[in-house]
């Protein structure tokens, strides 16, 4: 099986910066799209970027200019460089794989992290 494991949440202020990072761990052959997500209470999770094996990027509107997202494939990892960080940003942030392949030729689709609470707050 795969694990997703996150770091780097905590509290800043606003106008602050925090780098998240995302490791995938296990007999991993290749990793897909991956992507970071955060859901505020009360309100649906949302995608906030997602890159691809290729290096292409997208963004929510709501982040677009002040977060970036970037992969590393030898080491399996996904980060989110957030600056300008606002109080609106505040949410759990997850990691996540649409799809990868394991070394046994069999695929493993919509995995998670267990999350990591970012809250920006004065």
């Known amino acids: 099986q795969v694990l997703l494991v996150e770091s780097g949440g905590g509290l800043v202020q606003p106008g602050g910066s925090l780098r998240l990072s995302c490791t995938a761990s296990g007999s991993i052959f290749s990793i897909g799209a991956m992507a970071w997500y955060r859901q505020a209470p009360g309100k649906q999770r949302e995608l906030v970027a997602r890159?691809?094996?290729?290096?292409?990027?997208i963004y929510a509107d709501s982040v677009e200019g002040r977060f970036t997202i970037s992969r590393d494939n030898a080491e399996g990892a996904v980060y989110l460089q957030m600056n300008s960080l606002k109080p609106e940003d505040t949410a759990v942030y997850y990691c996540n794989v649409d799809r990868l392949r394991l070394v046994d030729g069999s695929y493993e689709y919509n995995s998670w992290g267990q999350g990591t609470q970012v809250t920006v707050s004065s």
């Open positions: 890159v691809t094996g290729s290096g292409s990027t």
